[in-house]
């Protein structure tokens, strides 16, 4: 069976993007039911014993709660899926770890990383040999130019961008419509 874990709505854009993807979504586990969820509701995860079969995708935007949901589940000897949406242009030559998710319309070039569980949300691209740390959130519209290594749990909110070879630390929160022009070496809010 495969399985969302969401909190919000956030759960029903990764659903629409798993099903463009062509993975067919059989329920889904939050700590509320929501609304117009179009598969079953499994309940709240913690009550959940995963089966063989179950693959799961954590549509969870908080890092904190995201992290918790990743660990309890690979607890539990859990699967994750990539949910990738056709729109994108993913390099060959590109690394996508488990449990990423890319929203519509986003690039991925050659050499880019990214890390488990990271989301990439819509038109946002990682260039050539950048990174996208684990657990990262990187926002809509963003771009990630070529070298530029985002470590873990970062979260870059919508229209940043990073100049080449930029570094930026784990744990860093980026503002939205930044410029980031030099290397961010310890975690922060800029």
Known sequence: MNII?????????VFCFAKSAGWSVSGFLSPIEIKNFPAEYLGIMENYSPQAEDVFCIAIKDIKKRIAAADFLKRKNAKFAKIIHPTCEVSRLSEISQG??????????????????????????????????????????????????????????SGCALIPKVKIASDVKIKANSAIISSKRKPGTF
Do not use: Y
């Open 5 to 13: 874990v969401c909190e919000d709505d956030f759960g029903l854009d």
């Open 100 to 157: 990423v998710i890319i929203a519509p319309f986003c690039l991925v070039s050659a050499g880019a990383e990214i890390g488990e569980f990271a989301i990439i949300e819509s038109h946002s691209q990682i260039g050539h040999n950048a990174s996208a740390g684990a657990f990262s959130n990187i926002g809509s519209h963003c771009d990630l130019t070529g070298f530029c290594k985002v470590g873990d749990r970062c979260d870059i909110a």
